[in-house]
């Protein structure tokens, strides 16, 4: 049974940081690119970053230079370092797994940002 469980999604003031975690189980993790999406209320999802089985990483314009994402093989976990938050920022964040085989999802953790 393959499971993305996030966390670390919480209620933090505008400048703040927190670190999302994603552990995944179920799924042989250095085959698949890891990405971290997130989804705000009444929006599109939208890709906030990912990163390669090599450990190559992209990031969305609004993420770059705030936010860090990596991934720990030997721990089948990836996360996403986010500093300097924004209100903007606020959003339901989901884990992302994808290789040319499958798909899968986490169940999201919210992030909200607000003083």
């Known amino acids: 049974q393959v499971q993305l469980v996030e966390s670390g999604g919480d209620l933090v003031q505008p400048g703040g940081s927190l670190r999302l975690s994603c552990a995944t189980s179920g799924i042989r993790f250095n085959t698949y690119t890891m990405a971290w999406y997130r989804q705000a209320p009444e929006k599109q999802r939208e890709l906030v970053a990912h990163?390669?089985?090599?450990?190559?990483?992209n990031y969305a314009e609004s993420a770059k230079g705030r936010f860090t994402i990596s991934r720990d093989n030997a721990k089948n976990t990836v996360y996403l370092q986010m500093n300097s938050l924004k209100p903007e920022d606020t959003a339901a964040y989901y884990c992302?797994?994808?290789?040319?085989?499958?798909?899968?999802w986490g169940q999201g953790t919210q992030v909200t940002v607000s003083s």
């Open positions: 992302n797994a994808a290789n040319l085989l499958a798909t899968y």
């Open positions: 990163i390669t089985n090599g450990g190559i990483t």
